[in-house]
C-alpha cells in the first residue's frame, strides 16, 4: 500500500513542478517577487507577513495567497496590515498548499499591479516542502517556544529555505532554547542559508529583515 | 489529479482502518491502555509523556512508540524517564503514523508486560487526525504559545480528540493567548472534550492529569 501511495505521489508531484514553472513565467514576467512561507501552525506566519507588509507598504504593492485548511481570518488581518490584493485558499484538510492551487488563486488577483507576493503556507513542517509553488524564495519560521531540535527533527524543512527566521526572540530566556546548538545545526544542514532573529512582539530584528527582503526584491528584478 | 489522490487516500485510509482494529484487538487482549498523542511540533509531547512516565512508573509498567520523521532523540528522553520499553519508527518523510507502523512496531514490543502505552505521533496538526491506530485514546496538545485561535484554523483535530491538553500555560502571561475565547472555541468544537491547563516547565496541572489518565486506564479495564 506503502509503495502504491508513492507511486501516485510521485506522479503528482512531477504535474506539480510543471504547473509551478508556469507560475514562476507569469511572476517574472510581471516582475512580482513572490515569497512562499512555511512553518509550523502558530510560530508567526501571518504576523510576519504582516510586520513586513507594514513596513514596506509605502514602498510597493504587495499582494498576500493565504492557505489554509478553512476559515478566512488570515486574510482580513494581511488586508487590515496594508496588502493591496490578498486570496484566501481553503484546502478543505489538505496539509499543504500545490501549484495548481496557486495558478487558481491567480485567476483573482492582477499581478500587473503587485511588486511582491507572499504565499502562507499551511502550517506544518513536513509537506509543503514537497510542492513547488513557482515562488523565488522559501522562508521558514521557527518559533523559540517550538525548541531548538526543530531542525534535526525536521531537516528537510530547514535544508530547502534560504531563509529561516527564528521568531519569538524576546521569549528565549523563558523556554529551554540553545541557540548554540540552534545555528550549529543549521550550519551542518544548509550551511547557506540566512537565520534572522526576530520577535513580531518587541519589533527586534524586523528592519533588518524587512531591508533584505527589499533588496533581494530589487537584486532579482532590477539588476 | 487531485482526485485521483483522494481516491487512492480512501482506498488507504479503508486498509488502515482494518489494521488499526487489528492493534486495538491486541491492546485489548493484553489490557494496554494505548495513548495516540497528536501536536504541531514543538508543542510538548516527548515532554508531557516523559513527565507522564515519571509520575506513573511506579505504579504500572509503560511502553512508548516514537513516530519521527528521522531520528532518535525522543526514544532516549522517554527511556531515561522510566519508560519500561520504546521503539522508534522513522516514517522516511512520512508526516503521520499509520496503522501498519503501528502494527510493526508491535513486533519488537512484549505487549503482555506493559499497561499503557503511548504512541508519540509525527509533529502535525493535520494528517494524523485521519489515521486510526487502534488507539484507545486521542490526546492534543496546544501549547500557548501557538495561540488561541489554532483550534479555529485546525478544527479536525481539536474535534476529535477526547482530551486537548493546554502545555506551557506558565508563559501564557508573556503571550497573546485569549483563554476565554479557546474555551469557547472547543466548546462549540468539541463540548465533550476534557481540558487540562499544564506546565511542563513549572509542573502546574500534570498531577490532576495524571491522576485521570490513571482512573481512566482502571475504568477501561478493570470495571
Known sequence: ???EHIHMVKHILVGNDQIADINRERFNTDRVFTINVMASPGSGKTS???KTIEALHDKMTIGVIEGDIEGSIDTNT???AGANDAVQINTGGNCHLEANMIQKALENIDLAQLD???VENVGNLI???HWDLGQHLRVCILSTPEGHDKPI???QMFSVCEVILLNKIDLIEWVDFDLDLFYQTIAALNPTALVFEISCRTGKGLPIWVDWLYARKHALFEA
Open 1 to 3: 500500500m506503502a509503495v
Open 78 to 80: 494581511v488586508l487590515a
Open 153 to 155: 527533527k525536521y531537516p
Open 48 to 50: 510576519i507577513i504582516s
Open 116 to 118: 511582491m507576493l507572499f
Open 127 to 129: 509537506c509543503p516542502t
